[in-house]
């Protein structure tokens, strides 16, 4: 409606000033925040390949958990510290390394689709869909791991249907697979109480 698309160019408007003020500040204190310090840090190891060098030198192997909730920025230094060691270039502003630059080993990252719920910090669910699809290109092999040791089967099997339809129906390609996120319970509901109420006579601890 007309309200609303008024009410959102006001809002993006007051978005904007606040982000104008908030780098002004920034700029008048000599601060940097933590999207500035990965940008920053990315930019350097992009940009000096000596400094790319000794920092690669430092890290045999990196693993990501949660990667899910991590954006481009994090995903390049990511790439930058596991690119292959004999095959280093000189990099251009702007230009990114692709996963077949990387090292064959050495490389483990964990994550759900399903569980990005910190886009509103940045985090880009499509950057861990497109890294997945790139490494399995390259040669890097993809684990499901679809066993729930939280949830009791007759959870799941209310779980799994909704997830499928919310998530099947959105303009994201890949975001959900049957294969990859149905989940199947290692505990079976029987009906008996999960929790159990331990009392220790006499104040005793052992």
């Known amino acids: 409606s007309t309200v609303s698309k008024h009410l959102a160019e006001a809002t993006r408007g007051v978005v904007a000033a606040a ?4 780098e002004r500040a920034k700029k008048q204190r000599g601060a940097l925040d933590f999207a500035d310090l ?3 840090l990315r930019d350097a190891l992009r940009d000096h390949l000596p400094l790319r060098r000794e920092w690669k030198r430092r890290y045999d192997a990196v693993l ?3 990667f899910q909730d991590t954006n481009r920025v994090q995903r390049d230094l990511l790439y930058l510290l596991r ?3 004999s095959c280093e270039r000189t990099l251009a502003p702007g230009q990114s390394l692709t996963a077949r630059d990387l090292a064959p080993t050495g490389l483990l990252v964990v994550g759900d689709a399903k569980q990005s719920i910190y886009a509103f910090r940045g985090a880009e669910v499509s950057v861990f869909l497109d890294t997945e699809r790139e490494l399995g290109a390259a040669g890097g092999e993809r684990m499901e791991l679809t066993e729930s040791y939280r949830a009791l089967d007759e959870v799941l ?3 799994n249907p909704a997830t499928e339809a919310l998530l099947s129906s959105t303009r994201l390609p890949g975001l959900y697979e049957r ?5 199947s ?3 079976r509901a029987d009906g008996g109480a999960r929790t159990e109420l331990l009392l220790v006579p006499g104040g005793r601890a052992e």
């Open 157 to 159: 099997s209310a779980v």
């Open 64 to 66: 990501v958990d949660e």
């Open 185 to 187: 319970a290692v505990a």
């Open 38 to 40: 990965m940008r920053r």
């Open 179 to 183: 294969g990859r996120d149905a989940l």
């Open 19 to 22: 982000q104008r003020s908030y």
């Open 83 to 85: 690119e292959e060691r």
